[in-house]
Structure formats: structure tokens, C-alpha cells
């Protein structure tokens, strides 16, 4: 299994324009989450999806969209990008009261 | 609100000395995760917790509810354990998580 893959690594951007992080998990996991996490913060919660077909904001969603049309597949949708969004995106996918499992981070400039 | 604190916020330990991480909880949280962020980024589940007490190699998690209380212990630390830990609380009934600020642990050889 690859756990819970995240593309691209790194990615710079200017502002106004969009971009999607992609997020792939082959668990078989219902649940899957968006995060950003700045500088010294902690993680906060940007979307999140308890199966195909259904998706609810988290604390951050302004800016940001998602869509989950299957189980594996959770992208995250930047449609005009503006400085604050800088920071780093996790991806992380559980089964119901279990351990979460992360991907390893997408980095993402916007200047 | 549900809220996590943990402290301290940052610790730093000889090779060898045994390590205590505190996190405390609001009132809503159902389970108790503490979660490892290496150096390079990369996070990884170490425990989930909603009662008693969870070992695994050095590392043991323990949870008083009554206290609303968590401990994160290491023992015979190592470099190799310096990383970021965090305490993340489970929303009761909503699976999703609220983080705490993390510790970040040096450990000195």
C-alpha cells in the first residue's frame, strides 16, 4: 500500500491564479481531510469528506474548494491564490475511530 | 469550544533521560491522538486513545478522563526522537480532529 500520496511536493504560484493539490489515499478510508498548517501553528482543518459524493467545511474554507467523486480521491481546488494561502497542505485519510494516516505535505508559494 | 493545550511548547533532554508530554482537553472530546512531525515535515500517528494506557517500543501514551488528561512519555530518549509532538483531540460524534500547538523535543546526544 502507498498510504496516502500527495501531488506536487512543492509548488510555487502568483497571485490570482489556481492551482489543485491532489490527494490519493489505497486504504479503502471513508474519511479524508485537508489541512494547512503556517509557520509555528498548528494544523487547521480546511475541508473534509466522510465518503464519495459528500463534503463539509472545516475552520478555514474561505478561499479553497474540494470534490470527492470517488473513495481514493480527495483534490483540493485553489481558484485565486493570494498570499495568505502560503503554507504547507496535508492531505490525511482514517477509518471511523482509528488512526489518521498522512501525506506528505504539498509546499505552496504564492507571491 | 473544543480546545487541546499542551505543554510545554518546547523541551530539550539529554540523551537517555525520560520525557513527559502534558495535554490537556475540553469538554467534547471523545478520544485523544498524539501525532510525530519530523524534522522534514512528514506526520505520522503514533496512538489513539480513549481510555488507560497504550505502549509501543519507548513510547507510551496514557489518558486520564476524569482529568481530561493525557500524557505522551518517552523513555531511554534518543536523538532520533527530536520531532514535533502533537495532541490532537477527536470531536466527539464528528470525526474530526482539533490540534494542540505541538512540543518540539531536542534531544542532545
Known amino acids: 500500500n502507498a498510504g496516502v500520496t500527495q501531488t506536487p511536493k512543492f509548488r510555487i504560484l502568483k497571485i490570482g491564479q489556481s492551482m489543485t493539490l491532489q490527494c490519493t489515499q489505497d486504504m479503502n478510508h471513508n474519511y479524508m481531510y485537508w489541512y494547512r498548517q503556517d509557520p509555528g501553528m498548528g494544523l487547521k482543518l480546511i475541508y473534509y469528506s466522510v465518503g464519495a459524493g459528500i463534503t463539509d467545511k472545516g475552520e478555514v474554507p474561505n478561499g479553497y474548494n474540494v470534490s470527492r467523486s470517488t473513495t481514493e480521491d480527495f483534490p483540493l481546488r485553489l481558484e485565486l491564490a493570494a498570499p495568505s494561502q502560503t503554507s504547507v497542505y496535508f492531505c490525511?485519510?482514517?477509518?471511523?475511530?482509528?488512526?489518521?494516516?498522512f501525506g506528505p505535505g504539498t509546499r505552496l508559494t504564492v507571491l | 469550544k473544543n480546545e487541546v493545550e499542551q505543554s510545554p511548547q518546547n523541551l530539550t533532554a539529554q540523551e537517555g533521560e525520560f520525557i513527559t508530554i502534558n495535554c490537556s482537553y475540553s469538554?467534547?472530546?471523545?478520544?485523544l491522538h498524539w501525532l510525530q512531525q519530523h524534522p522534514g515535515g512528514g506526520i505520522v500517528s503514533l496512538f489513539m486513545?480513549?481510555?488507560g494506557k497504550k505502549k509501543h517500543g519507548r513510547l507510551i501514551a496514557t489518558i486520564n478522563i476524569q482529568e481530561k488528561h493525557s500524557s505522551l512519555h518517552i523513555t531511554a530518549s534518543h536523538p532520533r526522537d527530536s520531532a514535533v509532538y502533537i495532541c490532537a483531540g477527536e470531536i466527539q460524534g464528528a470525526q474530526k480532529l482539533v490540534f494542540g500547538q505541538g512540543t518540539r523535543l531536542t534531544i542532545n546526544p
Open positions: 469538554v467534547g472530546i471523545s478520544a
Open positions: 486513545l480513549s481510555s
Open positions: 490525511a485519510s482514517s477509518y471511523s475511530s482509528t488512526l489518521y494516516f
